[in-house]
Nanobody, 112 residues
Framework: QVQLVESGGGWVQPGQSLTLSCEAS????????MGWYRQYPVKPREFLAT???????IYADSIKGRFTISRDDVKKIVYLQLKYLQPDDTAVYLC??????WGQGTQVTVSS
C-alpha cells in the first residue's frame, strides 16, 4: 500500500512564499512522475506541475514563473515552491505519484 502525505501549507499574506512537500511511503519502488494539482471548492482539480524521472518538468501556464517543482528520488519526496502568492492561489494542494496515488491535500490560504 502506498501513502502520500503533504505538508507545508498554511496561511500567508499576498506576495509571500511557501514550500510544499509530499512524501511517498509504502510499497513503491520506482516512480516515473510526481506532481501537484490544486482543488478549489466546486471546481475540477487544476493541474499545476509534474516532474518525470528523466528530469523533465511541465508547468501549467497559470503558475509558470511563480511555482517550481522538484523531487528527491532517494527520499521519495516531491516539492512545490510557491512564490508571489495571491488570494486566487487559495486552495487545497494535492500531490500524486504516477497519477495513481494521491495525497489528502494541504490547505494554502492567501489573504491579508
Amino acid at each position: 500500500q502506498v501513502q502520500l502525505v503533504e505538508s507545508g501549507g498554511g496561511w500567508v499574506q499576498p506576495g509571500q512564499s511557501l514550500t510544499l512537500s509530499c512524501e511517498a511511503s509504502g510499497s513503491i519502488f520506482s516512480i516515473i512522475t510526481m506532481g501537484w494539482y490544486r482543488q478549489y471548492p466546486v471546481k475540477p482539480r487544476e493541474f499545476l506541475a509534474t516532474t518525470a524521472s528523466n528530469g523533465n518538468r511541465i508547468y501549467a501556464d497559470s503558475i509558470k514563473g511563480r511555482f517550481t517543482i522538484s523531487r528527491d528520488d532517494v527520499k521519495k519526496i516531491v516539492y512545490l515552491q510557491l512564490k508571489y502568492l495571491q488570494p486566487d492561489d487559495t486552495a487545497v494542494y494535492l500531490c500524486h505519484v504516477d497519477y495513481t496515488y494521491w495525497g489528502q491535500g494541504t490547505q494554502v490560504t492567501v489573504s491579508s
